[in-house]
Structures are given as structure tokens and as C-alpha cells.
């Protein structure tokens, strides 16, 4: 008997806490047809690499994320060169790395900054993307042997983008903006696990359990302007009070729960499906 043939997604060039390279599986099918795919929570855009839309519109709250593509797009090739100087040996050592921290901290060159991002997510500690209250970028040194400079993936990345507008920006402003024809795939910082239907103070990475509930209702107002929205976030009682409008799906996703990664257990997820009544 043959295999079956094996889908060979395309891989986010950046390394990001909650990307859904893993889940893209789950996702993909549940995503309508429609001339526009909004990401109002961008990351590193699993699902924009790894989808056929004629029009793409990405957003997230970072500006150095954004930036970085806004660049990648632009430049391409230049870009990418440049890029790749940084990843040198002699660059992977503590003294370094946080001599380049500052730099990027420091630089008001944007292009500068771009290709430092980029070298901090690749060198630092798990990939993590960490500010201080004053804005520095604190990620400690991530001790790999040999950081992978992501070409490939930079280089696809660049030829998608240039069906994509890149915009520094909160989800509210990206999903009331969105025009007919659009379709929104919500991925926000997930609610914790074990969270009942009544709580309410909680944030976590910055978003409060009242941002997890704006999204929801401008989710159902999208829906009701005929745009489709669907949303990512733990299979918690929270959640499913929150999403009831909506058409839910739910699957199991496994998880490294330990920094060395060798604990892991299974985490429940839930797709939320809003669409027109
Ligand atoms: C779970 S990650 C998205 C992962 C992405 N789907 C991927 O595949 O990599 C959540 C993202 O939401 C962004 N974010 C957090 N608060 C936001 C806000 N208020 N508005 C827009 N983006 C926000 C974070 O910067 C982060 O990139």
C-alpha cells in the first residue's frame, strides 16, 4: 500500500511563541474563500505563508515585527544579504549577543534594527520577544550551537509579501476596517488553561481577559457585516461563553510544558467560526 501524500508546509522564518506552524492542518480547511485574508494577529504568519488568497492584510501590535517585514518585502535579496553577515561565529557568544541587544536597543536606523530583530529571535533564548517596561528588547542569550540563518524561508517570505500590506496597528482598528470580501483569522495571545466562565481579571503577554471579550464582540459585528471571522484560543469554559455565537471545533494539541521540552502533554484548542446568521 502507497503513504498517502504528506502536505510540505511553508515555515515561518521567525521562530514565535503560539505560531501555528503545527496546527495548520486544523486551521486551513476552516478558513472561507474570499478575496482578502486579514491576520489581525500576525506573529510569524503560519497561516499567511501557507494560504491562496489574491490579497493578504497583516497586522500586529509590534512595531519591530512589522517593520521587519515591511523591509523583507521591500528589499528582498539586498535585504536578505545583509541580513546574513550577523550570523556569524564569532556573533554567537554571550559578549556579543549582548553587545548586538544594545545596538538594536539603541539604533534609530530602521533597516539596522530589521536585520537586529531578526538576529535576536534567532540567538536568544527559545526565540522569545520580551520588552522591559522602558521598551529594551531583554531576551538573555540562547546558547545554540549553531543559529540557522533562515534564507529560504526569507526568500519565500519576500515573493508572498508582495501580495500583502504590512500594518503596525491594535486587532480592534484591523477588524472594524476590514472590507467586504474579506475573511479575518484571529490567532490572539491565548487565555490561560483552567480558566472558569465568570473570570475577569487576567493578563497575560499584555491581553486582559477584556480584550479576549472586544475581540469576541467585534468578531460577532464583523460576522454580522457578512465578513467571516475565525478565531484561535484554549478550549476553556471562558472561551466557550465567550465564542457561543459561534461554530466551535475543538482538537487536541501536544505541548512542551518544561523548558528542556521534555515534559509534554496534550492541550485542548478550540477554532471559533463566526459567520453571518
Ligand atoms: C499567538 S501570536 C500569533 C501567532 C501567529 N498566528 C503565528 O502563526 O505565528 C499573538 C500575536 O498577537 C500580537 N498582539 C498582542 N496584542 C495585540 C493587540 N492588542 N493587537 C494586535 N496584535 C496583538 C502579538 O504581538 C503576537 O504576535
Same mark, same amino acid.
Given at each position: 500500500m502507497t503513504k498517502p501524500q504528506q502536505r510540505r508546509f511553508n515555515r515561518p522564518f521567525l521562530k514565535w511563541a503560539g505560531n501555528k506552524y503545527r496546527v495548520l492542518k486544523q486551521i486551513l480547511p476552516q478558513l472561507p474563500p474570499g478575496e482578502c485574508l486579514i491576520e489581525p494577529f500576525a506573529g510569524s504568519c503560519a497561516v499567511f505563508l501557507n494560504t491562496d488568497y489574491p490579497r493578504y492584510l497583516i497586522s500586529d501590535i509590534n512595531p519591530d515585527l512589522i517593520r521587519l517585514y515591511q523591509i523583507l518585502k521591500q528589499e528582498g535579496e /539586498? $535585504?536578505? +544579504?545583509?541580513?546574513?553577515?550577523? #550570523?556569524? =561565529?564569532?556573533? @554567537? *557568544?554571550? &559578549?556579543?549577543?549582548?553587545?548586538?541587544?544594545?545596538?538594536?536597543? !539603541? =539604533? *534609530? !536606523? &530602521?533597516? &539596522?534594527?530589521?536585520?537586529? $530583530?531578526?538576529?535576536?529571535?534567532?540567538? %536568544?533564548?527559545?526565540?522569545?520577544?520580551?520588552? @522591559?517596561?522602558?521598551?529594551? $528588547?531583554?531576551?538573555?542569550?540562547? +546558547?545554540?550551537? +549553531? /543559529?540557522? #540563518?533562515?534564507?529560504? &524561508?526569507?526568500?519565500? $517570505?519576500?515573493?508572498?509579501?508582495?501580495?500583502?500590506? #504590512?500594518?503596525?496597528? !491594535?486587532?480592534?482598528?484591523?477588524? *472594524?476596517?476590514? /472590507?467586504?470580501? =474579506?475573511?479575518?483569522?484571529?490567532?490572539?495571545?491565548?487565555?490561560?488553561? @483552567?480558566?472558569?466562565? =465568570?473570570?475577569?481579571?487576567?493578563?497575560?503577554? %499584555?491581553f486582559t481577559s477584556g480584550q479576549q471579550k472586544r475581540l469576541a464582540e467585534i468578531a460577532e459585528q464583523a460576522a454580522q457585516r457578512g465578513i467571516p471571522v475565525l478565531i484561535s484560543n484554549h478550549d476553556t469554559p471562558f472561551v466557550r461563553e465567550i465564542y457561543r455565537s459561534a461554530t466551535l471545533t475543538k482538537f487536541k494539541v501536544r505541548r512542551s510544558i518544561s523548558c528542556n521540552g521534555q515534559q509534554r502533554n496534550d492541550a485542548a484548542e478550540l477554532l471559533g467560526l463566526f459567520t453571518p446568521d
Amino acid at each position: 500500500m502507497t503513504k498517502p501524500q504528506q502536505r510540505r508546509f511553508n515555515r515561518p522564518f521567525l521562530k514565535w511563541a503560539g505560531n501555528k506552524y503545527r496546527v495548520l492542518k486544523q486551521i486551513l480547511p476552516q478558513l472561507p474563500p474570499g478575496e482578502c485574508l486579514i491576520e489581525p494577529f500576525a506573529g510569524s504568519c503560519a497561516v499567511f505563508l501557507n494560504t491562496d488568497y489574491p490579497r493578504y492584510l497583516i497586522s500586529d501590535i509590534n512595531p519591530d515585527l512589522i517593520r521587519l517585514y515591511q523591509i523583507l518585502k521591500q528589499e528582498g535579496e /539586498p $535585504f536578505i +544579504r545583509y541580513a546574513r553577515k550577523l #550570523f556569524t =561565529s564569532h556573533n @554567537n *557568544s554571550e &559578549e556579543r549577543y549582548y553587545r548586538l541587544r544594545g545596538r538594536f536597543n !539603541d =539604533s *534609530s !536606523d &530602521e533597516v &539596522e534594527k530589521a536585520a537586529l $530583530f531578526l538576529y535576536l529571535n534567532r540567538h %536568544g533564548y527559545n526565540g522569545l520577544c520580551r520588552y @522591559n517596561n522602558a521598551h529594551q $528588547f531583554n531576551v538573555p542569550f540562547g +546558547r545554540y550551537r +549553531r /543559529p540557522y #540563518f533562515p534564507q529560504r &524561508e526569507m526568500r519565500q $517570505f519576500h515573493h508572498k509579501a508582495q501580495l500583502a500590506q #504590512f500594518l503596525c496597528q !491594535d486587532f480592534t482598528t484591523t477588524i *472594524s476596517q476590514a /472590507p467586504a470580501g =474579506s475573511v479575518i483569522y484571529a490567532d490572539p495571545p491565548y487565555v490561560p488553561l @483552567n480558566t472558569t466562565a =465568570s473570570f475577569t481579571s487576567y493578563s497575560s503577554g %499584555g491581553f486582559t481577559s477584556g480584550q479576549q471579550k472586544r475581540l469576541a464582540e467585534i468578531a460577532e459585528q464583523a460576522a454580522q457585516r457578512g465578513i467571516p471571522v475565525l478565531i484561535s484560543n484554549h478550549d476553556t469554559p471562558f472561551v466557550r461563553e465567550i465564542y457561543r455565537s459561534a461554530t466551535l471545533t475543538k482538537f487536541k494539541v501536544r505541548r512542551s510544558i518544561s523548558c528542556n521540552g521534555q515534559q509534554r502533554n496534550d492541550a485542548a484548542e478550540l477554532l471559533g467560526l463566526f459567520t453571518p446568521d
